[in-house]
């Protein structure tokens, strides 16, 4: 087994490191503590060609595959988290769910200029009652002529208040029990589309979760996304392919959680001597380093299996369940290694507890991963 990266994806991987060092590292504490959005970096990453990954070159994409998608999140979340799952929402859900299931006119108009980041993309799905259980959302839609009207409250989309676009799921107004949803297209200027809330969350403040509020929203019926009634499978579909940016997400600020941790451990003096010669604090670190480097490994093998067109659901939820725990977990040690100063926002590691949190929440809590990979051992 080859576990090599191409020549291509080291350069790739190297070139959003020393970016994400050199312009990232330096604003990326000042961004969290305002809690402002960062559009001069977006603009930035579609400079190096980046927010176009997931768009095929026929509408200015590089559309490089899910391996190389999940190496940009990785440096970027090591270095910021909110950045990382700014752009892996963009990438993994909001372009690759067009490119999937798009029309030509719909690919031609949103995918061109979401890959030069003249639009940033964003996905909807959740509501207050409709979390892990997506069909019980409340949101509906009801056809006009050439036009659809939408009604409904979303909860918790990621870039809400700064993206020009969603993938927006409803319910049909006349819809049964158990519903089928419809996957639509929504500009944020849409008539009737408010941004109602931006969330006060605990971490990744530079990430800001918005509400919206849809009264009697109209969308030409041009803007639905598949056809009606497909809109779980495209939701699905969608998120299986995004829950390998998520763990790549947690291996990168894992990675950064086991780099705070060791210089720490190095420079912190105790009993006449540094703490990382401590056989306590060793073990720690050689755990910290396991658990992380079977999340990359994860992580990469569900991104391979996507690339090689080969089935990768399970493989999927696997390396997000797997990762994202890991990524507390280290989070956890790490601070415990800084002891009384990890509690202290004067370090990093303070931040990186709480940004890692979501991590096991957010495309799938960890709970609902363990259903979706029991169930294709058990089926």
């Given amino acids: 087994m080859n576990f090599e990266l191409n020549e291509e994806q080291k350069m790739l991987k190297e070139m959003v490191h020393h970016f994400a060092e050199n312009e990232i590292n330096p604003v990326a504490k000042e961004l969290e503590q305002k809690r402002e959005f960062p559009s001069a970096l977006i603009k930035k990453l579609a400079e190096l060609g980046l927010m176009g990954m997931s768009v095929p070159e026929k509408y200015g994409g590089s559309e490089t595959g899910s391996l190389s998608v999940s190496l940009v999140i990785e440096e970027l979340s090591r270095v910021s988290p909110s950045l990382a799952v700014i752009f892996s929402v963009h990438s993994s859900l909001f372009c690759f769910s067009i490119s999937q299931f798009g029309t030509e006119e719909q690919k031609s108009k949103y995918l061109t200029k ?74 944020k200027d849409s008539p009737g589309l408010k941004i109602t809330k931006v969330e006060d969350k605990m971490g990744l403040h530079s990430s800001l979760t918005s509400e919206i509020t849809l009264e009697d929203c109209e969308i030409p019926s041009s803007n639905i996304l598949g056809s009606e009634g497909q809109g779980t499978k495209i939701a699905f579909h969608c998120l299986d392919r995004s829950r390998i940016g998520i763990a790549a997400q947690s291996v990168g600020l894992a990675t950064r959680c086991l780099e705070e941790a060791m210089q720490y451990s190095k420079q912190r003096q105790a009993f006449g001597q540094s703490i990382s010669s401590f056989q306590a604090i060793q073990f720690k670190i050689a755990d910290m380093a396991t658990l992380l480097d079977a999340s990359r490994l994860l992580t990469y093998r569900a991104a391979y299996l996507s690339d090689e067109g080969k089935p990768y659901s399970k493989e999927s939820a696997m390396a997000k369940l797997f990762a994202s725990e890991a990524a507390n977990k280290l989070a956890y040690e790490a601070l415990q290694i800084h002891g009384g100063y990890g509690y202290s926002k004067e370090f990093l590691i303070e931040q990186l507890y709480r940004d890692a949190r979501v991590l096991t929440i957010y495309e799938g809590t960890s709970e609902i991963q363990r259903l979706v990979i029991s169930r294709y051992l058990l089926r």
């Avoid at 997506?134 to 006009?144: I, M, Q, V, W």
């Avoid at 050439?146 to 819809?175: E, R």
């Fill in 114 to 187: 979401a890959a030069e980041a003249k639009i940033l993309g964003a996905f909807s799905l959740s509501e207050s009652e409709a979390g892990s259980d997506a069909t019980a959302l409340k949101t509906c839609f009801e056809k006009k002529g050439d036009t659809y009207i939408l009604n409904g409250i979303k909860t918790w989309v990621t870039s809400g208040k700064n993206a020009n676009a969603y993938i927006l799921f409803a319910k049909a107004k006349t819809a049964s029990e158990k519903p089928k949803l419809s996957a639509f297209i929504v500009d």
